[in-house]
């Protein structure tokens, strides 16, 4: 069983719709949670941050982590062709000083 | 935000060549950088974790001898792939860590290498 499982799909959704993405993770020591954004063949960028259980909300994004269940999830309203991409959520279970696990991420792609 | 460079972008070698690949932290200084490897429709692969002025510390399986590392300054680390074939050809990341930046695991990514050994 794989630390961090993550749905690839491809995702399809239209213009304004509400997505979510998920993660599940067998770690429970996992503590810190980010959720980063992939163009294609480009490096990934950080969206959201997250420490222990709860939401996080950054304009159209908001992350949540729920520990009992090993779950985090990822919505974004009013989805926007430009958010076509790769999103990897990723996972940590110390303060800086260990790796970060990567799930494999989930194509979006949101139809004008 | 903090921004990480990597050159080249992309390289095409032949078999039996080294490759080298810089990765620059340019506005922040990073006592540790990542390196990735990134096979199509899969997740990041941590290779190793370079530390300014030690040893790299390498994940199991990843070669030392093949996949060098080298992380001089606060600034830039390099990868180099030895004596290249083509089961090398991936797509290579690094990142960096801000010490000062808040969120004690957030990594910032490079854009990214293609290489292609033929």
């Known amino acids: 069983q794989k630390e961090v499982e993550q749905d690839p799909g491809p995702l399809s959704v239209p213009e304004g719709a509400i997505v979510s993405l998920n993660c599940t993770y067998s770690?429970?020591?996992?503590?810190?949670f980010m959720w980063y954004r992939q163009y294609s063949r480009k490096g990934p960028e950080l969206l959201m941050y997250?420490?222990?259980?709860g939401n996080k909300e950054d304009g159209r994004f908001t992350a949540q982590v729920d520990k009992s269940s090993k779950y985090i999830s990822l919505f974004i309203r009013d989805s926007q062709p430009s958010d076509s991409a790769t999103y990897l959520c990723?996972?940590?279970?110390?303060?800086?000083?260990?790796?970060?696990?990567f799930g494999t991420g989930t194509k979006l792609q949101v139809i004008p | 935000g903090a921004v990480v460079s990597q050159h080249p972008s992309r390289v095409i070698c032949k078999s039996g060549t080294s490759v080298k690949i810089e990765c620059r932290s340019l506005?922040?200084?990073?006592?540790?950088m990542f390196w990735y490897r990134q096979f199509p429709k899969q997740s990041l692969m941590l290779m190793a974790t370079?530390?300014?002025?030690?040893?790299?510390?390498?994940e199991q399986g990843v070669e030392k001898d093949k996949f060098l590392i080298n992380h001089a300054s606060l600034t830039l680390s390099t990868l180099t792939v030895t004596s290249a074939h083509p089961e090398d050809s991936s797509f290579y990341i690094c990142?960096?860590?801000?010490?000062?930046?808040?969120?004690?695991?957030?990594?910032?990514f490079g854009p990214g290498t293609r290489l292609t050994v033929l």
């Open positions: 990142s960096a860590r801000d010490p000062l930046a808040g969120g004690a695991d957030t990594q910032y």
């Open positions: 770690n429970s020591a996992f503590q810190y």
């Open positions: 997250t420490y222990s259980s």
């Open positions: 990723a996972m940590s279970d110390s303060g800086g000083y260990q790796k970060v696990t």
């Open positions: 506005d922040f200084q990073a006592t540790t």
């Open positions: 370079s530390n300014e002025g030690s040893k790299a510390t390498y």
